[in-house]
């Protein structure tokens, strides 16, 4: 029998998951991380060390493990640097994210039942015709940036009609997370953001509708103001910025590997199995899921530090050539951790994926032939936590005009040659 193994404390012997090599090639770090074992100590940023789970078995047990690793980040809060860049995405907040036991039982299911009662033809519709308004501002042009111009906007305006928020809102919720993400003054921006959704709830409050917003407001646990708030500022701040990378992840594999696009185009591969695809090799949230020890506690033969931060590599596990071999597309094969799983598994796989199908299906029907530019270089952005692409530059040939997409006609230039 092998000894237990004591964590490495010496900061500088862990493999940092930051830095020009991991942004450049993460798969090569993912490896080296795998071949050390199953919990593995990285730093996150300069000053912050954490253990990674980057096997599947040991990911399972630490989700399913809620009384052991707890997702309440206050006491390591108090020992960070206060100036470390992973704070934002790892501070506690009031909201389901961050709640353990009885507090996650009254705040998940608000968030979960409605998002649960989404109709899929509505949601269908919200998404064709955002999609279509976002495309038709560079059909004519012949050249985009399929990140900037359409995957990382598109998320955005979807949310915001699936909540039943009013143009003049959303407006005011657009300008402060834009200025939450340029990060010039966080705080009155997180000011505007709260003033914004709280427009929102009153207004929901007093006209009701046919919206995940008003759902929340009439689900039976009677959430007052200030829960409502924060459930809705993770919820929509949750999902924005991951479906956006999913479906710019997704048009980047299709651009790059022709094997996939071939097999779309033919029909042997669905869109949405294509999409399974881009969550086993680029899944957007790479390294996240994060819980603390509330003692010092065994996992496998590992002694993890109270309150150290335990963050489980999706991108390592669904990378794993042991759960997926390379070079095959797999076909109905959801069983990676894109989503999590345990009890903070997000609630909203099934409405992303609908958005993230409809999407690509409409702007391929309207932009067919679209390649890469490849004058301009990709890069990813830097940070432990996404999968993301500065932008996406492509060319495709121009066309002059789109049919009003609230027609009602044969809206699609393209639709008819299939
Ligand atoms: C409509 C879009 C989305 C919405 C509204 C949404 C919403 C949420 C919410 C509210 C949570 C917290 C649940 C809880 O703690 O009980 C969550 C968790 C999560 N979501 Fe989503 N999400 C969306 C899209 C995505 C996408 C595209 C991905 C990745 C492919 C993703 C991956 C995750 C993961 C991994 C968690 C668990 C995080 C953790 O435990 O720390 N989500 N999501």
Redesign the pocket.
Known sequence: MTAPQPVNSDLNDRIPLYGEDFTAEPEHVYSQLRARGPIVPVRLAPDVPAMLVVDYETALQVLRSPHVFVKDSRRWQDTAPPDSPVLPMMSWRPN??FADGER?ARL?PP?ENS?ALVKPAQLRRFVQSSSIELIRRFTGRGHADLLGEFAAQL?MLV?QQMFGCPAEIAQDMVAAIAALWDGTDPQLANQYLEASVTDLVRYKRARPGDDVTTRMLEHPHGLDDDEMLHQLI???G??AE??GN?IANALYLLLTERRVADAVATGSVALDEALDQV?WQF???TN???TYPRHPVYLGRVLLPADEPVVIS?AAINTDPALQPAGQVPTGNRAHL???AG???????R??RL?ATVALETLLDYVPEVELDDQQPLRWRPGPFHRALTALPVRFPAVSSLADPTSGGSECPHRSAR
């Not at 009890?343 to 796989?349: D, G, K, L, N, R």
């Open positions: 389901t994210l996650h998940r968030v998002l998320p949310l993770i919820t929509m949750a999902g991951p479906l999913w969550l899944t957007p949230l996240y899921a994060i999706m894109a989503f999590s009890p903070h598994t997000c609630p909203a796989s409405p992303a958005i």
